[in-house]
């Protein structure tokens, strides 16, 4: 079982059989935007992009602080990369730190937009995290984003992140939303289920 459909085409190149997908999934009672900005970013300009994630080198975080962008940049996460890259973009960057539980959902909330730079991630859950908030998402056109998301409906992906950011603005907030409900950690279940085989 693999979590997309682009996973399964790359591992039947590579010779494997009866590969079935069963994607990942995301807490939508949980992750449902909040209207609860913390007072450290209430401030702050809109639109708001923001970055979700471990902030490494495999994460290609640096894409997302080089873009050029109206509003703010905010970078939630933490990682071996902070330090410097908070250094190198303080002058238009708002980091954050690492946040967790409501806390979380609270500042994810507060954004306009999700920028997830990966081009490795094979699935991507922050990008459901958003989504299940009423956040649309941009990213490269890779293996997980793409298998995710829907150009011009809940996010866009291309080869211009920066494009593609500034593009989602226009997308509406309930797409979104409707996009989530089908990762929903029910949905997960009942597919895995399905995939099951009953043996003596």
């Known amino acids: 079982m693999v979590s997309t459909k682009?996973?399964?085409?790359?591992?039947?190149?590579?010779?494997?059989?009866?590969?079935?997908?069963?994607?990942?999934?995301?807490?939508?009672?949980?992750?449902?935007?909040?209207s609860?900005?913390?007072?450290?970013?209430y401030d702050l300009k809109h639109p708001i992009f923001s970055y979700l994630g471990r902030i490494s080198k495999e994460k290609n975080v640096e894409e997302f602080l080089k873009c050029d962008l109206p509003g703010t940049k905010l970078v939630i996460g933490d990682g071996p990369l902070k330090i410097k890259l908070e250094e190198k973009y303080k002058r238009n960057t708002i980091f954050v730190g690492k946040r967790v539980g409501k806390e979380l959902v609270n500042i994810l909330?507060?954004?306009?937009?999700?920028?997830?730079?990966?081009?490795?991630?094979?699935?991507?859950?922050?990008?459901?995290?958003?989504?299940?908030?009423?956040?649309?998402?941009?990213?490269?056109?890779v293996m997980g984003p793409k298998?995710?998301?829907?150009?011009?409906?809940?996010?866009?992906?291309?080869?211009?992140?920066?494009?593609?950011?500034?593009?989602?603005?226009?997308?509406?907030?309930e797409n979104c939303r409707k996009k989530a409900l089908e990762f929903s950690w029910e949905r997960s279940a009942e597919v895995f289920v399905k995939n099951l085989i009953r043996t003596k």
């Open 36 to 41: 609860n900005v913390p007072a450290e970013i």
């Open 109 to 141: 909330s507060a954004s306009d937009v999700l920028v997830f730079t990966s081009l490795t991630d094979t699935f991507g859950l922050t990008i459901l995290e958003a989504l299940s908030c009423e956040i649309p998402v941009a990213a490269h056109s």
């Open 6 to 34: 682009s996973l399964k085409e790359e591992a039947e190149k590579h010779g494997f059989n009866n590969v079935v997908v069963c994607p990942l999934g995301v807490d939508i009672d949980f992750f449902k935007k909040s």
């Open 147 to 173: 298998d995710i998301i829907t150009n011009g409906i809940d996010g866009f992906v291309s080869e211009n992140l920066e494009e593609s950011a500034k593009n989602c603005l226009a997308i509406s907030r």
